[in-house]
């Protein structure tokens, strides 16, 4: 069994800044892909970061130069660090963690989701 905890969402004016963190804990061999997505009210859930266990990083196109994506492997924790906060970053975000079982195995998990309010 392998939980998730999100942490640091909240309500924040516009060009602030916030940080979300996600710990997986239980019982797992490593940590593949780690990102997080977002998901505003009536839109479909989009990826804003990923990062890989090697420490590469990808973003999407409209969090590029504002957000970056780390990750703590001692602690089984990935961060998202977010600047310059914008209104329509306003979103439900969920961290995403691709768990290796064994070398060949590995499975998805999501986090419940953490609320980022941007107000103008």
């Known amino acids: 069994q392998v939980q998730l905890v999100e942490s640091g969402g909240g309500l924040v004016q516009a060009g602030g800044s916030l940080r979300l963190s996600c710990t997986a804990s239980?019982?797992?061999?490593?940590?593949?892909?780690m990102g997080w997505y977002r998901q505003a009210p009536g839109e479909q859930r989009e990826l804003v970061a990923v990062?890989?266990?090697?420490?590469?990083?990808n973003f999407a196109d409209f969090v590029k130069g504002r957000f970056t994506i780390s990750r703590d492997n001692t602690k089984n924790t990935v961060y998202l660090q977010m600047n310059s906060l914008k209104p329509e970053d306003t979103a439900v975000y969920y961290c995403?963690?691709?768990?290796?079982?064994?070398?060949?195995?590995?499975?998805?998990?999501w986090g419940k989701g953490t609320l980022v309010t941007v107000s103008s």
């Open positions: 990062i890989t266990s090697g420490g590469n990083a």
């Open positions: 239980g019982r797992f061999f490593g940590i593949n892909d």
């Open positions: 995403y963690l691709d768990v290796r079982f064994s070398l060949t195995r590995s499975m998805d998990y």
